[in-house]
């Protein structure tokens, strides 16, 4: 006899991590491009690289976190350059 008390837990839902990845990837791309995008930047380009690899549902997601995430490292090696600081600002 089992006496065992039954848990209760959701069932497992292929893909939900990764899908909440791929979104997570692609917004913090869009806010790196305007605030941290030396830390947000590679934020993106992790996440979306394991979105991808998990497979997630939502791949442009993933792709455009990707694409945000090298932009953002663009953005901030270009105006890096130009103001000779690791630090920018858009008042001068």
């Known amino acids: 006899m089992d006496l065992s008390v039954p848990t209760r837990t959701r ?3 292929p893909g939900r991590d990764a899908d909440g990845m791929a979104v997570a990837s692609f917004v ?3 806010l790196g491009l305007l605030v941290f995008n030396l830390l947000l930047g590679p934020c993106a380009l ?3 690289g394991i979105a991808l690899a998990r497979g997630t549902g939502r791949r442009t997601r993933a792709l455009l976190g990707l694409a945000l995430g090298v932009v953002d490292l663009a953005v901030l090696a270009v105006l890096a350059t130009a ?3 690791v630090s ?3 008042i001068g």
Do not use: H, S
């Open 46 to 48: 992790l996440l979306g």
């Open 88 to 90: 920018w600002q858009l």
């Open 28 to 30: 913090l791309g869009l």
């Open 83 to 85: 103001d000779g600081t």
């Open 11 to 13: 069932p497992a839902v």
